[in-house]
């Protein structure tokens, strides 16, 4: 979840994402990625309590 974030954070936003990649990985493929390991966190950091 944080390479995630780092690499969310460097991304260009707007127009200029279109053709950005990193790893074969499109901004919006990282964006999913990103709130799915968020998701799973959570639920995990739920049942945990």
């Known amino acids: 979840m944080s390479i995630s974030g780092i690499v ?3 991304a260009p936003s707007g127009r ?3 053709e950005w990649h990193v790893w ?3 901004r919006d493929e990282w964006i999913v990625m990103h709130l799915s390991f ?3 966190f ?3 950091a739920i049942v945990h309590l």
Do not use: D, E, G
């Open 16 to 18: 200029r994402a279109v």
């Open 8 to 10: 969310l954070f460097i």
């Open 24 to 26: 074969a990985m499109s």
């Open 38 to 40: 968020s998701a799973v």
């Open 42 to 44: 959570l639920f995990a």
